[in-house]
């Protein structure tokens, strides 16, 4: 017990004896996580949306005009049934698809009551059994006589993809750069304090003590540093990211029926990133200096 008490008490005071390099430290690592928080808000939200329309990417929605029976719709969607890759196909009437527009719009779903008339089509819904055949199946609906449009998401779900691909690739490449020059600037920071106190270094080691009692303090100076960063970096996530959703929160939302992820869940997996990264790299900084100039 006296042996940890020592090693908080060093760590803290060599923080201290070491304050310019241990700001800087910090103020490396935290802009490395508030760049990596960037990239993950980017990813984290666009891969939503993704998911969301991927949810309709299942099914194809063929718009009727208005002059347009439900006897028409019902030889329709006989003939529908009968093509490879549909597992199903139904009538949905304007009054369902309203209702389920104000069932996504959430809370501002009252909005739409203010609306004179219902402006949506009926529609048949195409279930696909056979994702292969889904281009097929909306080109052939296309073909029909008394229709719309044809609501297929293709093409959208395709550049999302692509786009969620693209930043899920940048965040990894700028946080393993990132993480390499954090690593770095601790190390430098331990180092200085591996210099200051070489001589009682010697001293401990030639008595015999061991290497973990020696190295201790420096790994939990480095610890420190990398919690304080945390901290730090997720303070200032949470007060912009907040700040975000307010202002165009309700924008998103209207224009893709989504929300964005909440402030919440996002800051409380954030806090648990933060952590094992600040930590991992306050740890690695450390270890990395005293293998070289302790030789231990």
């Not at 508030?34 to 949306?49: G, Y």
Request: charged content about 20%.
């Amino acid at each position: 017990m006296k042996t940890f008490a020592y090693t908080i008490k060093q760590a803290f005071i060599q923080f201290g004896r070491n304050r310019s390099m241990s700001v800087i430290s910090i103020f490396a690592i935290t802009c490395m996580l508030l760049i990596l928080s960037l990239f993950f808000i980017l990813f984290i939200n666009v891969n939503s949306a993704a998911e969301t329309i991927k949810g309709d990417y299942d099914s194809i929605e063929v718009f009727l005009l208005d002059e347009t029976t439900q006897d028409d719709a019902n030889v329709m969607i006989e003939d529908l049934k009968q093509q490879e890759g549909v597992a199903d196909a139904y009538f949905k009437t304007r009054e369902e698809a309203m209702a389920e527009f104000k069932a996504r719009w959430g809370e501002n779903g009252y909005l739409l009551d203010s609306l004179q008339d219902n402006p949506l089509p009926n529609s048949i819904v195409i279930k696909i059994g056979d994702l292969e055949k889904a281009d097929a199946i909306a080109q052939h609906a296309a073909e029909y006589e008394g229709i719309e449009d044809v609501k297929y998401y293709k093409s959208t779900v395709d550049k999302l993809l692509k786009a969620t691909n693209f930043i899920k690739i940048s965040a990894m490449v700028i946080m393993l750069f990132l993480i390499i020059v954090s690593i770095i600037v601790v190390s430098n920071t331990i180092k200085l304090t591996v210099f200051n106190r070489a001589d009682e270094i010697s001293i401990m080691k030639y008595v015999g003590a061991t290497n973990w009692f020696i190295r201790g303090p420096f790994l939990i100076e480095g610890i420190l540093i990398g919690v304080i960063s945390a901290a730090i970096s997720l303070g200032i996530t949470y007060l912009v990211y907040d700040q975000i959703v307010d202002i165009i929160g309700d924008q998103v939302y209207k224009m893709l029926s989504m929300p964005m992820v909440p402030v919440g869940f996002l800051i409380f997996n954030f806090a648990w990133i933060f952590l094992a990264l600040g930590v991992s790299i306050g740890s690695c900084g450390s270890i990395i200096s005293m293998r070289k100039f302790l030789d231990a």
